[in-house]
């Protein structure tokens, strides 16, 4: 195991714990294990890693009963920043018992024909965002982090964006990135989606218009200042389901929760309280009294 994973399994043991550690091996191992964990009656599952590997845990476990924890080891781990979970593993760990069980929604993605179905817990995008995440250099990610996504986003603005359609139960809006998201931060820099919460049943969903990709010099301002939702060309809404669509044949990717997730067309909902989290307490008394205020 990696020396700070080593070190997390040593300090929840320390504290009674009985850890029994899973590497995995490859794309859609960590679903396969959290899977057979929940049906073997483990009484907590914890994912080491980004938010990547968390998604593929939580996949092995919607609709359980059992909690899922996160020692945060990623690039941006977005979970951890949203709620104030440490970013080390170890330090993690050792607050691992500090925290609290939280029923939470997340995002279902279904493709076209309903055969393929994912679930996220932070966010899907579909256009700008994605198409970074899809060709960005896995080198660059390793050396730079966070950095290779900044340099990929900035590299977007010699070419035209494509564009998609984005279905709400009561219009049609027409964008190059829409971002569906239940938490707050994006990328662990930035908060785009102000009016999302893990502890509220809906989506709170963010359009942006236009294929002109300066346009998203504004748009980034407007981020950095928290008025994306003023700005002429954004729509700021929440919705509990939407359909992607690309338009004119063009090829729009997906991504879930920072990985690539194919292409569109492609529906989302949320599941309301589809899957138990560890949360800091200060975080979800924080959050409910947002929610219930």
Not at 65 to 89: F, H, K
Not at 168 to 184: G, I, Y
């Amino acid at each position: 195991m990696p020396g700070l994973i080593a070190d997390a399994v040593r300090v929840l043991a320390e504290c009674g714990h009985d850890v029994e550690a899973r590497p995995t091996a490859g794309p859609g191992d960590a679903t396969s294990i959290a899977r057979a964990a929940v049906d073997g009656e483990a009484k907590l599952v914890l994912a080491a890693g980004g938010d990547g590997t968390i998604n593929e845990v939580l996949n092995g476990m919607i609709g359980s009963q059992v909690p899922l924890g996160v020692l945060p080891a990623g690039t941006a781990n977005v979970l951890a920043m949203e709620t104030g979970i440490p970013t080390s593993p170890p330090k993690a760990a050792a607050v691992l018992g500090e925290m609290q069980a939280a029923r939470v929604a997340t995002g279902l993605v279904r493709n076209a024909d309903g055969t393929v179905r994912r679930h996220f817990v932070c966010m899907a995008g579909a256009g700008l965002d994605a198409h970074i995440v899809a060709y960005i250099d896995p080198g660059m990610k390793r050396r730079l982090g966070k950095g290779a996504y900044w340099i990929a986003g900035f590299q977007s603005i010699a070419r035209r964006l494509v564009e998609l359609d984005a279905t709400l139960p009561q219009s049609t809006h027409r964008c190059s990135f829409a971002l569906a998201s239940l938490v707050r931060n994006y990328g662990g820099d930035l908060e785009i989606a102000l009016n999302a919460s893990l502890l509220s049943p809906h989506f709170g969903l963010y359009l942006f218009e236009g294929s002109n990709p300066l346009r998203y010099l504004k748009y980034l301002t407007g981020v950095a200042l928290r008025n994306a939702a003023r700005l002429k060309g954004v729509t700021a809404t929440n919705v509990t389901r939407l359909a992607l669509d690309p338009v004119n044949g063009s090829k729009v990717h997906l991504q879930l929760d920072g990985e690539e997730a194919g292409t569109l067309p492609a529906s989302l909902e949320v599941v309301p309280d589809s899957l138990t989290l560890l949360l800091p307490a200060k975080f979800l008394e924080k959050e409910r009294a947002r929610w219930t205020t």
